[in-house]
């Protein structure tokens, strides 16, 4: 069965750093692209940042980008999102998805206030 | 970045009749492979967003055949049929045929 699971979330002042973690298992980690897709507050889906199979090709939505960075560890079987430079409006639900979207995480809520 | 726009459904949805959830985009979706990039979800209240619907119109693994979907390189339908309280939830359109990948900002659906 596939599993997904997001930790690191909480409370961080603006400014701040953070970083999420999603536990895949249940199919082979390596193989695969992820994503990291974000929820605010009663509002929609907005995607963040994706990575390939290796790791090697990273993709960044523009809000994010020099803030945020996607990585991963294949021999860990584990997605990370460093968030850098945290704004009030990076306050969401984080979820990470597998490359076809089949698959999402339970979500990770992250509060930027101060 | 392609803009997507979905409609709105004429809430509440009478139990057992059929909804008919639509999406634009601003640019299409059509690859030169064939395939077009537009996935569909739903979202239950308090849960994460499940895939519904992948290159436009093939239902994902375990979905119901209620939902279908249809269209053209811009123009979008997701169709339930027969619709039941565990139908109940938000709808996103999404495309992926390039980044930044972008979704609609939602069809909520209430069940009468």
């Known amino acids: 069965e596939v599993q997904l699971v997001e930790s690191g979330g909480g409370l961080v002042q603006p400014g701040r750093s953070l970083k999420l973690s999603c536990a895949a298992s249940g199919f082979t980690f390596s193989n695969y692209g992820m994503h990291w897709i974000r929820q605010a507050p009663t509002k929609g889906l907005e995607w963040v940042a994706s990575i390939s199979p290796s790791g090697g090709s990273t993709y960044y939505r523009d809000s994010v980008k020099g803030r945020f960075t996607i990585s991963r560890d294949n021999a860990k079987s584990t997605l990370y999102l460093q968030m850098d430079s945290l704004r009030s409006e990076d306050t969401a639900t984080y979820y990470c998805?597998?490359?076809?979207?089949?698959?999402w995480g339970q979500g990770v809520m992250v509060t930027v206030s101060s | 970045d392609i803009v997507m726009t979905q409609g709105a459904l004429p809430n509440p949805v009478p139990s057992g009749e059929s909804a008919s959830i639509t999406c634009q985009s601003s640019?299409?979706?059509?690859?030169?492979?064939?395939?077009?990039?537009l996935n569909w979800y739903l979202q239950r209240p308090g849960q994460s967003p499940q895939l519904l619907i992948y290159w436009m119109s093939t239902r994902a693994s375990g979905v119901s055949d209620r939902f279908s979907g249809s269209g053209s390189g811009t123009d979008f339908t997701l169709k339930i049929s027969r619709v039941e309280a565990e139908d109940v939830g938000v709808y996103y359109c999404q495309q992926f045929l390039e980044f930044p990948l972008t979704f609609g900002s939602g069809t909520k659906l209430e069940i009468k």
């Open positions: 640019k299409s979706l059509l690859y030169s492979d064939g395939k077009t990039y």
């Open positions: 998805a597998t490359e076809s979207y089949d698959y």
